[in-house]
């Protein structure tokens, strides 16, 4: 099946009895035994839910893998995640990371005793640089955020040994447009609040993993920590998965028209969309991307302008997160990257001109007015 056919129907199964085109919410917390020493299947939904399996069932097709694992939010799967390493070992993490993830590094990976190197994951030199015998895995996000830089996939699996785990945050392009198992990923992370969930409406995570000897951990780990998904989040988010392809690509193009408006603007001076042929990674990420996503960062000519545009917005609403059907406005150094240091975020480009923007599925016309109207 192709992938917008499994966007609808992956998560079926063959035990529906009703004919029941969607799949049941089986909002439950335990499970009747049939006889001593006898179970469904089922025991408890910390361990097991139908719902949630099913949402999993279909993330395991979507990103080509061997076994998925949904989580209340993509902070609890980082968190879970981070529970696979002990003290010594070493973790090589992309230096432009969203900034929950480095929160979490730096201040609770860190305490348990992982050592964390951060480096510029976009020059392959860079990373093999800092590879040493207790390296136990690699952490890409790409693109990253704000910046959109991409990442080079297949590259990084190339530099490293094969026992060393390659994770990817695919977040901001979601199997529907880059799928890093097929690029040598051994584990896909996502924060199902985004794209995936797709309306703003609920939390989500996920870690998707392409062994079986990994997902025997993972499973042993959730179902001790506890972060699972709830029944109902996991409806919401097989609901709107159906509909992924149909978002990506229109709020893609949507991207395009928007870049093209904010590049011919006086007052811009710099826009950050991998899909635009000067983007310093239009090629790689052409190469190893079926699409550019639709979030875009762009540089305007003084702090002043920044505020102005982020209070005059309406029907884009100044608002945290992304990848939903409304289109959204933030500002990267107070909000997403508050946490990091000054230093870094100058190195990187997060000032106070910088805005980012998660272009949603809105008539086209509408947000260019209202950028329009804000920037007048
Ligand atoms: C939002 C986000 C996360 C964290 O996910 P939550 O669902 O907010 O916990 C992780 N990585 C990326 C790239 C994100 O955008």
């Known amino acids: 099946m192709k992938l917008e056919t499994l966007c609808i129907h992956g998560a079926k199964d063959n035990r529906n009895t009703t004919g029941a085109v969607t799949v049941p919410i089986y909002q439950t ?75 979490l590094f730096e201040n609770i990976s860190r305490k348990n005793g992982l050592v964390i190197d951060y480096v510029n994951t976009c020059d392959i030199n860079l990373l093999k640089e800092k590879i040493n015998t207790k390296t136990k895995a690699v952490f890409v996000e790409t693109p990253t955020n704000p910046m959109m830089r991409v990442t080079d996939i297949a590259a990084v ?39 995936l969930g797709g309306h703003n409406d609920t939390l989500a995570g996920f870690l998707v993993v392409d062994r079986a000897d990994i997902a025997e951990r993972l499973h042993f780990i959730r179902k001790t920590t506890g972060a699972c998904l709830s029944p109902f989040d996991s409806f919401l988010v ?15 193009a949507s991207s395009f028209v928007v870049a093209d408006w904010l590049l011919h603007h ?13 983007h310093s990674d239009f090629a790689v990420s052409k190469k190893q991307a079926s699409g550019f996503g639709s ?35 933030t500002y990267p150094v107070l909000q997403t990257h508050s946490d990091i240091s000054e230093e870094t975020r100058n190195a990187l480009g997060i000032h106070d001109r910088l805005l980012r923007l998660s272009v949603g599925i809105e008539s086209t016309d509408d947000i260019i007015a209202d950028l329009e109207q804000s920037f007048s």
């Open 157 to 195: 699996r190339e530099c490293i040994a094969d026992d060393v785990l390659l994770i990817v945050d695919n977040t901001f392009l979601t199997p529907y447009f880059q799928r890093p198992i097929s690029l040598g990923a051994n584990i896909v992370v996502h924060s199902g609040t985004k794209y």
């Open 266 to 278: 006086s007052k811009v001076k710099a826009v950050f969309y991998p899909g635009l042929p000067n």
């Open 295 to 329: 979030i875009l960062s762009f540089e305007v000519d003084n702090e002043q302008t920044a505020k102005q545009i982020l209070e005059r917005v309406k029907t884009i609403m100044y608002a945290e997160s992304l990848g939903g059907v409304e289109s959204l406005m």
């Open 238 to 252: 097989i609901r709107g998965i159906k509909t992924l392809p149909l978002r990506m690509e229109k709020s893609q």
């Open 29 to 103: 917390a335990t499970y009747a035994h049939p006889a001593v020493g006898e179970s469904t299947g089922y025991d408890y939904s910390r361990v097991g839910n139908p719902t949630r399996e099913a949402l999993e069932r279909l993330m395991t097709k979507l990103e080509n893998g061997n076994d998925t694992f949904a989580f209340a939010t993509g902070m609890a799967a980082i968190s879970a995640l981070m529970e696979l390493f002990v003290p010594d070992d070493h973790i090589i993490a992309s230096d432009n990371l969203y900034g929950g993830s480095v929160r």
